[in-house]
């Protein structure tokens, strides 16, 4: 992910980055750092970050998956839940797409 350096915009990328669950559940929430235009809020946040909203979400609700799954012992179905993810497959299938293991592979190669 890019840094985001100065610039006349640089509290708006903070509060958007910063605010990333509440922008990227509703994308018009991006008129609340001041954007008006919601597709050009979309590019400045790819251009600033080096990713797309939905990549940014999903990446920050895997990380918090990841040290739940090593720092609980809570099924994954309630790490799928607390994380965000509206059903336990689709966060699987993610979870795969992006570590090349199963939530419950990942949690059983690092307890180890």
């Known amino acids: ?11 708006k990328t903070s509060y958007a980055v ?3 669950g509440v ?9 609340k750092c001041g954007f008006d235009d919601v597709s050009y809020f979309v590019r400045f946040f790819k251009k600033q ?9 999903n990446t920050q609700k ?4 990841k040290r739940l799954l090593i720092s609980t012992e809570k099924n994954i179905t309630e790490i799928s839940n ?4 509206e059903s336990s497959s689709y966060f699987a299938e993610l ?13 059983d190669l690092l307890k180890k």
């Open 62 to 65: 895997l990380a918090k998956a």
């Open 95 to 107: 979870f795969k797409s992006y570590e090349n293991l199963t939530p419950t592979n990942y949690r």
């Open 1 to 11: 992910m890019k840094m985001i350096t100065g610039g006349a915009f640089q509290g």
């Open 49 to 57: 970050t080096g990713t797309t909203i939905t990549e940014y979400k």
């Open 82 to 85: 607390e994380c965000g993810f």
């Open 18 to 20: 910063h605010n990333f």
């Open 23 to 31: 922008l990227a559940e509703n994308i018009k929430d991006g008129e």
